[in-house]
């Protein structure tokens, strides 16, 4: 029986990747020691073919010679169009570190999984949407038709346009409670809801600007009247949506829906003491008046649950979930050159300065000034303290700059691979439906 020549023997080595045949020295195998073209003597499993007197691997030719390239120059090199996935596969197989791999290449390495673990975050968000599973389903119940009716506006047309009346209906509502604070589409208070007022601004030591604009703040009743019947329809379709939702933990998991309850809850409560203000006559009722009628902006929260429907919003939020260290480098840089230059300016300008009494003034002006927002409320008067205020302007430019540019890149990377996504959606259904079916028999 032939016998398998010895490596260290053997001037020139013959591989058989694939079909395709490779030579090369003995002694370039040995650059990387651990990997397994360095070990062919210690494989036991008859990758030598005696009869050819070659090694033959069952991989991929084209990802090899990379490989047998790197054993040439001691480095990996890889294009750019290959998938770093699979070639990291490859490394693994032929037991080559990815330490190896040259920094000009790190990139094209582990891009693809980066990509990878995008689309998997984007697949299993658009999984943990529970309407789409229930989209599914050849029979529904009438619960299950109702509720996707409110909640899915994609599930048909008569949902897409119940919910382009619900989103009319919100924005019209915020329109009216902006006109109302119109001073034209305003008018007087009753005489006896005027003197309780006048009370109560004696009681609290009111000013009477203050109190004349309280006694000019009631709404026409038009405008009263269609927010009555706005508020009437939105709070009527929540309370529809929580009764013929199946799945109570579904509805409650949308933080912006308990919001939106409380706000509806506290304008009805508003509305009821100012309508009975005058029977009450209490001070206790006008501060409570008072109280709800400002935790009732707390219903505007609808307008944020209304944008899980567009694509868009969802990605974005996808993007900042993403970016919490861009975040949190944003704000750590933020906080310490504002403390730094805030002092600073205190110190230059405290003197000469009348408007700046304390360090909290200046580290006020440097938040403004590096968000390139600058009232103008507190300016330098000093020559050191219009260089200071120059490099806080330039310094504000850059920081924002920088994690804001991270963070849009992630946000296209997202909305690139979301577009990719719904091109094939019966793969995200499948695989939730097989994940499913799984759960339920474990």
């Not at 005027?194 to 030591?205: E, I, N, P, Q, Y």
Request: some cysteine.
């Amino acid at each position: 029986m032939a016998q398998r020549k010895s490596l260290e023997s053997s001037a020139l080595v013959k591989l058989n990747i694939g079909g395709t045949i490779f030579k090369c020295y003995a002694e370039t195998l040995k650059t990387f020691p651990d990997s397994k073209l360095a070990r062919l003597n210690d494989n036991k499993k008859g990758a030598f073919d005696f009869k050819e007197e070659e090694y033959f691997f069952d991989r991929d030719p084209n990802l090899f010679s990379y490989i047998l390239d790197s054993y040439r120059k001691g480095a990996i090199h890889l294009p750019k169009e290959i998938c770093g996935t699979t070639f990291k596969a490859e490394l693994e197989f032929w037991d080559v570190s990815p330490r190896h791999v040259a920094s000009c290449c790190w990139e094209a390495l582990y891009r693809s999984e980066d990509d990878k673990q995008t689309m998997d975050t984007l697949i299993q968000r658009i999984q943990q949407n529970p309407n789409m599973l229930l989209m599914q389903e050849e029979k529904l119940t009438l619960r299950a038709k109702l509720w996707l009716f409110f909640d899915e506006p994609g599930s048909s047309k008569l949902a897409l346009v119940w919910s382009i009346f619900i989103s009319c209906v919100i924005i019209t509502s915020i329109l009216v409670d902006f006109v109302s604070t119109i001073e034209m589409f305003r008018e007087h208070v009753s005489d006896s809801q005027s003197r309780l007022f006048s009370k109560f601004a004696d009681t609290v030591h009111m000013k009477n600007i203050t109190l004349d604009r309280i006694l000019n703040m009631k709404p026409c009743n038009e405008l009263l009247i269609t927010n009555v019947v706005l508020h009437v329809i939105l709070t009527s379709e929540l309370v529809v949506s929580f009764i013929i939702c199946e799945d109570k933990t579904v509805f409650k998991s949308c933080v912006f829906r308990h919001i939106a309850f409380f706000g509806y809850l506290f304008y009805w409560i508003s509305l009821s003491i100012s309508l009975n203000l005058v029977d009450l006559d209490s001070m206790y009722a006008v501060i409570a008046c008072f109280i709800f009628n400002y935790l009732s902006i707390f219903r505007y929260a609808r307008l944020f649950y209304l944008t899980r429907s567009v694509p868009v919003f969802r990605i974005l939020r996808l993007t900042f979930e993403a970016s919490k260290q861009e975040l949190k480098m944003l704000v750590f840089l933020l906080a310490m050159l504002v403390c730094v230059f805030g002092y600073v300016m205190f110190a230059a300008e405290f003197t000469q300065n009348a408007t700046i009494t304390n360090a909290f003034v200046t580290v006020y002006w440097a938040l403004i000034t590096m968000t390139t927002v600058g009232y103008g409320d507190y300016v330098p008067v000093t020559a050191a303290g219009h260089v200071i205020a120059g490099a806080c302007a330039v310094c504000g430019v850059i920081v924002l700059a920088l994690p804001v540019g991270i963070i849009v890149s992630k946000f296209y990377k997202y909305y690139a691979f979301y577009e990719l996504t719904m091109k094939r959606p019966k793969t995200i259904i499948d695989s939730l439906i097989t994940a499913k079916d799984g759960g339920s028999k474990d």
